[in-house]
């Protein structure tokens, strides 16, 4: 019967050897991508007076490729997370909001976005680098899945969850989803919408996911059809935090 280090040792063998397995597959198809990009360009060099029919074709090749392209590079980006040294440390989760949302803001200089973002969040243990990515994903997610609301509205709250837990969620009132969707939305280049309504690869949440893991927390979502959705974080509270929270 194996013993319990014995079941981590395997456990941390298989992940490293998915982590390396992901990263050489996304780098050793980056080649032949190369050559359909580079003979296409080539090609409507060459034959600049093609017919239009040869130039859809061409132009629908060179699009495919592009997202190909995106793809292989956000697998990389995903694999490389488990490489990532973790920096665990008491973390403003309401300061790393406020600096997201200003970076969210910044893609979207037309749309009107009303942010309400609790001040008083208590702190948390986590890596404020990996936790940030966490923040701008699921606040670029409300803001864009609230397209054609004006204003948008982005909400972030907290609440004490299980002992020695903070659990903030964020909500919007967008598109929102049926709720047996949700479990799709954390598969790899899992989307509920196609790209030329709403743009993304579908890395996003899987992404979300597995810096919760390792940042020892979790991720849930839940939506309702045409009236937005509601993302869950839930991660340990920092030491300094416990006495004005869980001991209080």
């Known amino acids: 019967m194996n013993t319990l280090p014995e079941l981590q040792r395997q456990l941390d063998d298989a ?20 050559h359909i990009t580079g003979y296409a360009q080539i ?16 132009g629908v090749i060179t699009q495919s490729a592009q997202v190909l392209a995106s793809q292989l590079e956000g697998l990389t980006q995903l694999s490389r997370l488990g490489l990532q040294p973790l920096n665990l440390q008491a973390v403003d989760v309401a300061a790393l909001a406020q600096d997201a949302a200003q970076e969210v803001a910044a893609r979207y200089p037309q749309q009107v976005v009303q942010w309400q973002l609790a001040a008083d969040v208590p702190l948390v243990l986590a890596d404020s680098a990996l936790l940030r990515q966490v923040l701008v ?10 397209r054609g609301c004006d204003p948008v509205v982005v909400e972030l709250s907290w609440q004490q969850a299980a002992p ?17 969707q ?9 989307k509920l919408h196609p790209a030329r309504e ?21 991720v849930a979502i ?23 929270t869980c001991c209080a």
């Open 164 to 180: 020695q837990h903070c659990q903030l969620s964020i909500c919007d009132h967008g598109v929102g989803f049926a709720p047996e």
């Open 43 to 58: 090609l409507a060099e060459d034959w600049p007076d093609m017919p239009a029919e040869a130039a859809s074709h061409l």
């Open 182 to 190: 949700a479990k799709a939305l954390f598969k790899v280049f899992g």
């Open 15 to 34: 992940r490293a050897e998915l982590q390396e397995f992901t990263y050489t597959v996304s780098h050793d198809l980056r080649a032949p991508l190369r």
């Open 137 to 146: 994903q699921v606040l670029d997610n409300a803001v864009k899945f609230s």
């Open 198 to 218: 709403f743009a993304g690869l579908g890395l996003g949440l899987v992404t979300c996911r597995k810096i919760m893991q390792r940042l020892g927390g979790t």
């Open 222 to 244: 839940e939506g309702v059809p045409a009236n937005g959705c509601s993302v869950t974080l839930v991660l340990p509270w920092a030491a300094a935090a416990l006495p004005q």
